[in-house]
């Protein structure tokens, strides 16, 4: 089993900058690829960004290109997600997923953090 534990969610300003960070344990933290993934009420859960084991990989959703940046931290175990001009469509609980390999597919991701609020005021 691998855990993952998100966080820096929180409350800022449509502008703002926020950084995401989730800590992963129980598995070899190199052997999988690490990506975001984001949920509104009322809606599934949408892919946000992915970064390979090896980080030489990433992918964005669309919607974030050019605003968010995936990193990985092999000596800490720790993947994040640097949030820029952030929108008020952003706010959602951003969760922290694990895989053997990279995709958007949420359904290939094994395993999930918490999830962490964040919120976009305009």
């Known amino acids: 089993q691998m855990q993952l534990v998100e966080s820096g969610g929180g409350l800022v300003q449509a502008g703002d900058s926020l950084r995401l960070s989730c800590t992963a344990s129980?598995?070899?933290?190199?052997?999988?690829?690490m990506a975001w993934f984001r949920r509104v009420p009322g809606k599934e859960r949408e892919f946000v960004a992915a970064?390979?084991?090896?980080?030489?990989?990433?992918d964005y959703a669309d919607s974030v290109k050019g605003r968010f940046t995936i990193s990985r931290d092999a000596v800490k175990n720790t993947a994040h997600l640097e949030m820029n001009s952030l929108k008020p469509e952003d706010t959602a609980v951003y969760y922290c997923?694990?895989?053997?390999?990279?995709?958007?597919?949420?359904?290939?991701?094994?395993?999930w953090g918490q999830g962490t609020q964040v919120t976009v005021s305009s």
């Open positions: 997923a694990a895989s053997v390999v990279i995709t958007t597919s949420r359904d290939r991701y094994e395993y």
């Open positions: 129980g598995r070899p933290f190199s052997t999988y690829a």
């Open positions: 970064i390979r084991g090896s980080g030489g990989i990433k």
